[in-house]
């Protein structure tokens, strides 16, 4: 097959699971002949790192602020001259798409995907969304927020497909340093995964269950002081940021993902993956990943909802679909999940090269 060079833009470079997932699959890519540049609108030194683990050297706009929900023209027209000799361009995050729509050539075709709903966090521009979306040959929405504002806003339906996610790890061993019985948290220690909510069920826990909590994030401050106000400095272990949660994963009793925003939580299909009991919040599409038995769903900012369920799984009395969940879990295959992207890629710079 030919080789393709494809330009992917993203807003926002941090350490992350969207970021994290668009790497992952570059360096997939690269070894079926699609070479990936890597363009950024805003980058933090983790996420330069996260890039140069995976192989990738990112070319940075470098303009502070947050680029992920907002239409910037000075980062369209940076783009524009750094777009040039690519067969497509892959943009991820609304201030990334809406950019490389203003910046590409009419010949060159544009792909969006997002991660999250819709719900501008500062300033709605559901306007420029949708002056730009007839710009977008292809749109993979990652959840059911983000696919019903783009319909909304004017994109034919069969041009928006199912974004999916690849999960590593999940034949990972348990470390055996850990304690049994644990309750695990991984992420980014930031509000919209609220690790906070896991922090105040845990006082709620019958037989002080270790609880580690994994990752780094502007959260980080407030949850050691949460954590030492409410006495549990012996009892929740707080190590950092783990580039490869899966051995720490593994083996645990309860995997909890207590997020106010969650389209798709590759933490949780680890879990899932390995085997471990997830427990989940009823936002945007993460009920569907969780659903038919294969995880429990709890409100979102309900740390005794959560407790709850938590001790429902410590005490053997909750019912989870193991299997189902391990079979879901092994269609997000690092393999099937490039395979996938790879295949509308070809088939996009194909149909634009018959219409030219």
Known sequence: MPHLTVIRVIAKLDRGGAQLSMLRVARHLASRGVRTRLLAGYATCEGVALAREHGLEPEVYGRAGDLQWTPHDGFAAWLEPRLEGADLVHAHMFGAWWAAVRAAATTLPVIASEHNAYHWPAEDHSRELATALPGVACFFAHGPGARATVVEAGLPADRVLTGISPVTGMDARPRADLPAGRVVFSGRLDPDKAPDVLMAAVPLLRGRPPVLMLGAGRLEPALREQR????????????????????????????????????FSQTAVLGMGLGVPVIGTDVDGFPATLGDGRGIIVPPEDPVALAGAIQDVLDGQARIDRAGARRFAQQFAIGRVAEVYERTYRALVDRTALAA
């Open 228 to 263: 030492a106000r409410l006495g549990l400095e012996q009892q929740v272990d707080m190590p950092g940021w783990a580039s490869d949660p899966a051995p720490l994963i593994a083996g645990a009793a309860v995997l909890a993902v207590p997020s106010r925003d969650e389209s």
